[in-house]
């Protein structure tokens, strides 16, 4: 992406660190095309894995399957394991 993008929004993409994210968002690294991406909806299927910039506090959200970007909702779901942001990394909510 050109510099112009940065910093990006929440539920965008494509980060590389959470210097690319706005204010306290941090960058999302995916580690497979299925990873949800917390806080926004759809993107579980899309195919590049492309990671997002997220809030710290967010949790993982669902919506029927897409191949779209992941858009920014509120809505909790339990369908997949909640994260939550520990130090420097995402774990599962107890």
């Given at each position: 992406?050109?510099?112009?993008?940065?910093?990006?929004?929440?539920?965008?993409?494509?980060?590389?660190?959470d210097?690319d994210?706005?204010?306290?968002?941090?960058?999302?690294?995916?580690?497979?095309?299925?990873?949800?991406?917390?806080?926004?909806?759809?993107?579980?299927?899309?195919?590049?894995?492309?990671?997002?910039?997220?809030?710290?506090?967010?949790?993982?959200?669902?919506?029927?399957?897409?191949?779209?970007?992941?858009?920014?909702?509120?809505?909790?779901?339990?369908?997949?394991?909640?994260?939550?942001?520990?130090?420097?990394?995402?774990?599962?909510?107890?």
């Open positions: 992406k050109p510099k112009s993008v940065f910093p990006l929004s929440e539920c965008e993409g494509d980060c590389d660190s210097h994210c706005k204010d306290d968002l941090i960058c999302f690294e995916r580690h497979g095309t299925i990873e949800p991406v917390p806080g926004c909806l759809g993107g579980e299927d899309e195919s590049k894995g492309t990671d997002y910039c997220s809030r710290k506090d967010a949790e993982i959200v669902t919506a029927p399957p897409t191949t779209a970007a992941p858009s920014i909702s509120l809505q909790p779901t339990s369908t997949y394991p909640r994260l939550k942001y520990v130090g420097d990394e995402w774990k599962p909510k107890s």
